[in-house]
């Protein structure tokens, strides 16, 4: 399958917490993009990062990539209720735009 | 500026029945993705229009087709449906690449239902 994995599938913590969720794909890439899904709805683009990045920051978002190991993490800082959510990740497939999703990490923030 | 559209937003169809599927793009935006999720399958990407022209394509059989009109409005078409058709079918828009051009807007998808 060309799909790319998510680590860990299910994740469950205390809101203040913090979140991290991983992400490995099989092809090289142009950029790597971040999204979240809230019950079956559609995908919001979270945050993009390119393959020449290593870090991103936006608000309480945290990326990295290290394309040398064709992987990639996501940390949401003092974690909301409102955070619940899946969370995917989805590359390019080496520049082609035929953008593929990984099997998502379903997060559950705690209140 | 509005966001992706897409109607109907539920859609209910027996086995063997042809349904069609639009997607209107954020103004634009001139590529459109069709996307499928399933709870077994995860996203999964079905084909790309980018001026009216067909760009990329996934591993979907031939009963899935689609196109893309003049002001980037996309359609897409499964004929003969199936019970494992039944799916979440997402569209994403997104300007041409370059610059901060990659990021995909999806819309709110639509839900079919085959019985």
């Known amino acids: 399958s060309q799909q790319g994995e998510e680590d860990p599938q299910a994740l469950s913590i205390q809101e203040g917490e913090n979140a991290t969720m991983n992400c490995s794909y099989k092809?090289?890439?142009?950029?790597l993009q971040w999204y979240r899904q809230n019950s079956g709805r559609g995908l919001v683009h979270l945050i993009l990062i390119r393959s020449n990045e290593r870090e991103k920051h936006s608000g309480r978002l945290r990326v990295t990539l290290d394309t040398s190991k064709k992987s990639s993490s996501l940390l949401i800082t003092a974690s909301r209720a409102a955070d619940t959510a899946s969370y995917f990740c989805a590359t390019d497939a080496g520049g082609t735009y035929k953008y593929i999703f990984g099997t998502g990490t379903r997060l559950k923030v705690l209140a | 500026k509005a966001g992706v559209t897409q109607t109907p937003r539920y859609l209910i169809k027996t086995r063997g029945q042809q349904v069609t599927l639009s997607c209107s793009p954020i103004s634009g935006h001139r590529s459109v993705s069709w996307y499928q999720q399933t709870p077994g399958q995860g996203l999964q990407f079905l084909f790309e229009y980018f001026s009216e022209t067909q760009r990329n394509k996934g591993n979907f059989p031939g009963r899935f087709s689609g196109r893309q009109f003049s002001n980037s409005r996309s359609e897409m078409n499964v004929s003969t449906l199936e019970l494992g058709d039944s799916a979440l079918y997402l569209c994403?828009?997104?300007?041409?690449?370059?610059?901060?051009?990659?990021?995909?807007?999806f819309g709110p998808g639509t839900r079919l239902t085959v019985l």
């Open positions: 092809t090289s890439i142009n950029n």
């Open positions: 994403a828009s997104r300007t041409p690449s370059g610059g901060s051009y990659n990021e995909q807007f």
